[in-house]
């Protein structure tokens, strides 16, 4: 059995609320339960979510020397901060990077993640399933690596 | 009676006592009672502030559904906060931004506000006052909105 | 009694009949009459359109040394006029700046205007109430400056 | 019969005497001729030439709200005036751009026309031929409208 | 009877199906046959298109040394080819550059077109009006170039 | 049962043989097989791989408005292509990006796709997981279409 | 006898009475019959000033064909203008630029000047002196080319 | 006896930990013992570190006003914080900046600090010797002070 | 015995045809047969030329992992082809550039090529030389690497 | 009797040898017997050429303490030294900086000085004249300052 | 008994005379007494000043293979000299950067040294003690590597 | 019998000591030897070094009359040297730039030669070998301009 976390940074924990064109009517709460349905027998899946930068750092500095897998949307802070790439690069735990919306396809300063760089992979502009895909990779990828 | 929020990012908390050559030597607690005072028939002022970005976004995530307005000076945050951004676009409540000084005749990084595209309006270099007529827009506005 | 300015520049003749959904569908000359009514008691409210940039130059100095006060709105001029930018730091009235719609949140062309680092302050996005406020900013400010 | 319009901004009143190399060495009023000839069966064709850029934007105001077409070679203001873009957007007649010379193979600040954006279409390096082709795509362009 | 030839680049063989919104409805097919029948006693004129920056340059290589002239709409490679650039001054028949959109209304990277500076003129926007018009210049051109 | 298209772009037929440490050491057609059998009650995938740009616009076009689903790694032209771009806008099946490596930890240049902007989605930095996954979004999103 | 022109653009005017930190507290009108007294018997000193870039135009195309030199300082048009530059270029009469102030040592936005790539010279920074200068060259030049 | 602080910022708490090939494998507590012993004669130190900007602002303006130097290492957040430097700027208290790395032979955005500007001095790259030498420098700075 | 390859891009088949101020009077082909003669002892000269840019990649792919050495002038592709670039680091023979014209000395956009660092050298402005030196040195190269 | 240097830096003892078309074909040498002669009644003047950025800087701060002017054309030093730039702010001695072609109208990276903002006024293009015009400068500025 | 070198650039001769409020009043021949009285038990300290930035390269070169530790202050070199730079890549000897004032808080074109990159440490603003801590600092780090 | 000089700047003297993993372990002079036994029939070959970029530019200047060819490597004043550029333009001598190591696969820096647009040719990462072509380059260059 492994350990995942799913992080969430700023305003995602308005999803099914905020802004329902561009993310979707969906919670992601809901969605979390059929995620973790969907993982049961592979691995428990936990959840963060905080409008705090410093909060997301405190938590990828607490889970990452442990967890076998990271999945990050860090929302806005994707694009202006040195701080959580530097919390990426300094732990273990593999981070997988998502953004629910195709970010390329928006305002010109949303194309930029300061964060990719670091992290294993990124996907953008998949909905939801960004999320699955990113847990089957984080799974594939720790089997590969204690294979 | 409508329900006004006045919200402070970084360092106005030392309104008053911080560098008074450009931010004046009243402190933000006096003046708001005075225009708590000239409201008074038309509406409930709050007031909040803090140095934490998210502890802003989490506070306009709280109100941003309810009130009736928000003033917002989000201090040295308005230049780079995408988060908060994001903040403001997916609440319903409207927003006006206001800057106690000339940003325009200070340091070339304060000439950008990444939330300006995304409030109602922008009251830059009029001192106080900008606060007086923030409210008063929001006064207004909600006026015609509900006309 | 004091008297003040308010100085319009290129195409703002056009109110009320250009883009509405931008500027909305009241032509300046009514909302004057508002403005004077409502000013009646404290000042003499004074009103100049043109086309040219310097008949607003030749206007700024001619009025500049004596009145109490300018609203000023350069309409597209405000983002590339030197020689605008050079009249108002010429001159001792003080400028408030005034645009009606939020040039933040239009081509990326109107997000700087040459005008505002010399002016007292500028309101934008506030639509016809932004000219209310800075004729009162106006109005205070000069009490500030006598009393 | 239609009714067109041509306006020429800064210098082009100065056409076969300034610089031949780049503009030819014919001037606009003779060529003006040929053209009111080849466009007599069809419509009237005015003309109107400023070195002022406030007063082709008089001009674009007073005729741009019952005339059919206009074709516009604003010449150095091209590169420069949003004033005159604002105009352009804010009248109803359509406009066509013309440039004698390929602004192209000139000098880099040559190369970028605010103007072209908000006008139907460009033509240049064409010479005087631009003017032709210009005037009959608006004979062509109205006769689609108005079908 | 001259030789006039009609190059277009990528995507142009969708006209008509591709984004109607933007290109309108008619194919360039159907358009060729009125604008071959209309230029009959004057030139005959060939079309080619391809989706291959490559098969472009060999085509302006075989028929640049003959031909009375060609009319060239490269598509999405008028932006960024070099190559494309270079054929274009490597050979002696003129060229003339049409968009069939206006370019400048549209994305950033379309405001720039490498080729402009080496063809004779180009007109953008005016759409399939724009080759009729590209054929007569280049018709006048010739009697001009042979008198 | 659907049909679904891998299209790869120059130099990824060298999969296995090239820059082994960025690329890994299988080659495309060994992992075909295992794709294919994969999603064999599923789909039809079908594999073509070009070095010409232009080979890859012609294949776009020709199943782009017949398949339901492509997947497109476009190497390097996906850092210059705007005539890739334009023909991913103009069909009609829905395109999913995908790279192997991951570009932000690369030279600057590989940071910025042209594509991403008109694809649904990216992945980028998962290996050749990245295929499959791509696959099953477009198997997940052709399902909420038809549904 | 020659004929020279001092051609005063935006502000300039206000000399003597505008910022003299920065330029003085002499007006011009005084300055000038100085300098006429200085060359009365080498030529007529003409002078002209506006705040319209387009009366400067006029003027310079108006004198640009038979005074035998022009003294310009456009103040703020001199980094705006393409307009004035084309002008400058379109005469014959050659042009000397000067700036009373060291605009090198003030905002970025005065480092460049249009104008002084299509003017003989440029003289910066040495206050009235500069205009004595600049009369001095153009009368030293014209032997030269009269000679 | 003087109060010297030491504040820290993001990902500082890994310090030895953190990428040891850069930043060292000694714990920042331990090397704290050390200096205190050091210091002992002259100085309290006390640490504080947070992964926060709001907390770190919150520390600056808390002991700003009364703490005799303020030693900073603000990691990520030197790069992109605004918020930080109006803290610095707006307090009394002196504030040396240090990085432990040599940040210029880093990732490019890593070469600008947006604190040092308002910093009485920064040391770059001489790893933990940067804080001795900067609190040595306070210390010397501050009998200067009070000399 | 070894195998060289000259690559030619686009538009140098038409060398000795093309702008000979610029590339010199003499076609390739006869350059050609003095080269082959001059390395007849050594090696055995191929050449392949293509405006084709896959082509280019096809033909590097098929000759990079047997032959001794290759010549590349990529024409125009070289300041524009990632892919390009791509090949020559994908394949094992080493590859040198040439350029015939100072490419420095001429358009902005030339004095960049994306081939230059993953060539092993650039030969510039020599002329048909830069040919010449370019397989002395990859012999020198190879006697050094078989040594 | 006064003390002016004229220090001339870098391929200025070419002048009348080098590019004569550009700085015509008098000696500095054979010049400078002429304005000594010329000022002979008003000062000494002494003249120093240097290739070395060094001796420039050795040669001004060991006049720039007590003599009277200095006319300073670094060649192309202007447009790179900042260490010259330094010495400039760092004596006593008002130095007047002079080009004598038109720097404008040359390459881009002629456009900038970094000398003119610390030097007290600039003549470009004016030729040989400029030295005369800066001496007189310099002698008329002297009055001033010991009137 | 160790051997180190204090390296000063371009007008650092001039310190205590040359503006004083930026650089103090202490010459640093005075303050090299006090330095080399400190350091007497534990090293020699040369010094050696140069205008010449070839000077200054000699240097480096001549004491770079043998001296123990170099402090350098390159004055104005550091911001444009890549030759400096090399000679520092190119000895053994390690170096540290000092510079007396804060050249973050100063013009723009001093933010950037292009020495820090390949320094040990770079210390910033804070005034002569800064050589006292780059001397500490190269003796500390002389015992790491000699232990 | 011809003469060549080949000139070498900054940090050159150090060939076979600096870097040698770039450079290489040879050292100039013994290279040199083979280089004037190679070309002992043909050419006397004259070496010059030199850290100061006047002394180069003296060499230039004193040879750039009489010999028949200079091979150039400045070294780190390639990239910046606006003062050698000027010497290279002022002589007759041709010049051929040479760079041993491949400066386009190196610091963003050293991708821009400002010496290359003036010199004859430049040939870049070829090692030792590039000066003994730039050497047969200029003998051969030679005889054509004799011929």
């Given at each position: ?16 609320k905020r802004e329902p064109d561009i993310y979707g009517a969906v919670s992601f709460e ?39 897998g990271i999945v990050l949307n860090a929302g806005g802070y994707s694009h202006t901060s ?66």
């Amino acid at each position: 059995m492994k350990t995942f976390y799913i992080l969430h940074g700023a305003n995602l924990n308005l999803l099914g609320k905020r802004e329902p064109d561009i993310y979707g009517a969906v919670s992601f709460e809901d969605f979390l339960q059929v995620l973790q349905a969907q993982f049961a027998d592979i691995a428990q899946i936990h959840y963060f979510q905080s409008n705090h930068e410093g909060a997301l750092i405190d938590k990828l500095q607490e889970v990452g020397f442990q967890a076998d897998g990271i999945v990050l949307n860090a929302g806005g802070y994707s694009h202006t901060s040195v701080a959580l790439r530097d919390a990426i690069s300094a732990i273990i735990t593999p981070v997988v990077e998502v953004h629910i919306s195709n970010i390329y396809a928006r305002e010109e300063f949303r194309h930029t993640s300061l964060l990719s760089a670091v992290c294993k992979g990124t996907l953008t502009g998949l909905g939801l399933h960004g999320y699955t895909f990113a847990l089957q990779y984080l799974h594939l990828h720790h089997k590969l690596l204690t294979a």
